[in-house]
């Protein structure tokens, strides 16, 4: 595994694919909210947000805390939740090894292209009850989904709508600090941009998932992602760093990059946000 912290809690228990080991650790990820499980088997893991809830059946472990008291009475644990990078191009790129997602405890999130939920929650799981996605998905089948899992999520916002359009959701949407892109169209790059000029913060953060023959499946993949890059800085992005999902996605890379508004969106951001605030 690419990428893990240093730091680790040894407690008793277990769960999901850990039931019956005698010890179980579990360390932090270098990057907050994001934890490593070793067990058997070594897994990304994220602190369940609904302890007893699995939301797609994912593998669950609990972990008697540390403070914890030997009566039974007494014991308190924590629930994390598997997060499978060959489900999720998010995870597939912690596990890749990326530098920083921006995601963290207390952030404010808009997703795009949220499917059914499968990596919301586990976003919604990092940024806790201090922090807010904002998930967007088009298909009403993946949407009803989505729905059902945020009915148990607050920190959650669903929208069923085209991200190509944000201007249909934008009295849901507040700014935020990253949006993160998983839309496999051929225009992505114009659909973050859009996006990013509504309600990304200046100096805030696009994390997207490229997939290379969505965008052009004559080129070579290193090609497409170059054109991608090229695409964003064209938008006021400073590109930072790009990393290829193998082996969890072929074809896939994902591309980090920095937003910097020009002075006209930041005055009509300025003017939504006192909108939004005054209504």
Known sequence: MNGFGSGERRSSGGGGSFRGSPRVIVEPHRLK??????????????????????VYGEKRVSIQNEHSNDTDEQKTTTEYRVWNPFRSKLAAAIMAGVEDAHIFPGARVLYLGAASGTSVSHVSDIVGPEGIVYAVEFSHRSGRDLLGMAKKRPNVVPIVDDARHPHKYAMMVGIVDTIFSDVAQPDQARIVAHNAHKFLKN???????IKANCVDSTAEPEAVFAGEVNKLREEQFKPIEQVTLEPYERDH??????????????????????EQMES
Do not use: C, Q
């Not at 994001?34 to 007893?52: H, Q, R, S, Y």
């Not at 100096?203 to 998932?209: K, L």
């Not at 890379?253 to 003017?271: C, D, G, L, N, P």
């Open 203 to 209: 100096n805030g953060h696009v994390v997207i998932s």
């Open 33 to 54: 909210g994001v934890f490593i499980v070793k067990g058997k088997e070594d897994a990304l893991v994220t602190k369940n947000m609904v302890p007893g809830e699995s």
């Open 253 to 274: 890379a994902v591309v980090v990059a920095e937003y910097r508004a020009s002075k006209k969106v930041k005055k009509e951001k300025k003017e939504t946000k006192t």
